[in-house]
């Protein structure tokens, strides 16, 4: 009987050991957050950007922080879509797919200059006037996930017929292209087509069409498997942050989050022609 006993509650305490390991495993992956951030190739500046504020950060929450910067939104939506991602630093049209089909919450806005919009540039010298001259021709997006390079353009060419699309893979990208004559226009926002003409030496560039609609700023936003008191803790923490590690990663802590309810009726609209957008010649109807 005693050997029975002695049986049972050994194999009682192996039961328990398993059950104490398994909850630690758990409570140590609770404690890991990974921030979401878009780098367009320039993934060691991010870096550099949100090492004090990843040290601030785990202290204060007692997590550990890892950063992980996506090449473009292609790659972060995928990151959003499968929660990869605890903590998201997403322009608009990020923070819009993220809140309105992912259930992420937006926290903060991103700072910004001005007012954002999204603007068709082509070569100083070239012949086209207006938009409606894009008509047969190739013209160079963003990728989808992003307001001023894919959904709001898409949305200007609505009516014409292209000869082909290339969807290039950064900012950046659709100047070189717009450079080197593989595209005769290409979308992109006015703050980025500021920021990388400058990195193109001397070509020169005309804006063919400025869409008139004002854009809302990114946001930081949290996941939906951040529980509820841990988001509440991460909020105020950032909103008591440092002005200087606030400054390093750009958001606005004293002020509500963005509104994208005026973006989601475009990115609808963009996406039941998404099927066709890789055909030739493509037929925007």
């Known amino acids: 009987m005693s050997s029975q006993i002695s049986r049972r509650l050994f194999l009682l305490q192996i039961l328990l050991l398993f059950t104490a390991c398994a ?144 969807f290039a893979p950064t900012p950046r990208t659709v100047l070189e292209l717009v450079v080197q004559g593989k595209a005769a226009a290409g979308a992109i926002s006015l703050e980025e087509f500021n920021f990388y003409r400058i990195k193109l030496g001397a070509a020169e560039f005309r804006i063919l069409f400025a869409d008139s609609q004002n854009i809302p700023p990114g946001a930081v936003l949290i996941g939906p498997d951040i529980d509820t008191n841990r988001q509440e803790l991460i909020r105020n923490y950032m909103k008591d942050a440092p002005l200087n590690l606030v400054q390093d990663v750009g958001y606005i802590p004293n002020a509500e989050p963005p509104k994208y309810q005026d973006i989601i009726p475009v990115i609808k609209q963009v996406t039941s022609i998404a099927e066709r957008l890789n055909s030739k010649p493509v037929r925007l109807f």
């Not at 990974?34 to 550099?48: F, L, N, P, T």
């Not at 991602?85 to 259930?103: D, E, K, N």
């Not at 997006?141 to 949305?155: E, K, M």
């Open 23 to 166: 909850g630690e495993e758990i409570s140590n992956r609770q404690l890991e957050i990974v921030i979401g951030v878009i780098s367009y190739g320039d993934a060691k500046q991010v870096i550099e950007r949100f090492v004090r504020f990843r040290k601030f950060l785990g202290e204060k929450i007692g997590a550990f922080i890892q950063l992980e910067p996506a090449f473009n939104e292609k790659i972060a939506i995928e990151r959003i879509q499968r929660r990869a991602w605890s903590l998201v630093f997403a322009p608009p049209g990020l923070a819009t797919i993220a809140s309105a089909q992912h259930q992420y919450l937006p926290l903060f806005p991103l700072q910004v200059e001005g007012n954002s919009r999204a603007i068709f540039i082509v070569r100083k010298n070239s012949p086209l006037k207006q938009l409606k001259d894009l008509q047969g021709k190739i013209v160079a997006l963003g990728q989808p996930g992003s307001v001023t390079g894919y959904y709001f353009p898409l949305r200007n060419l609505l009516g014409l017929t292209l000869a082909e699309i290339i």
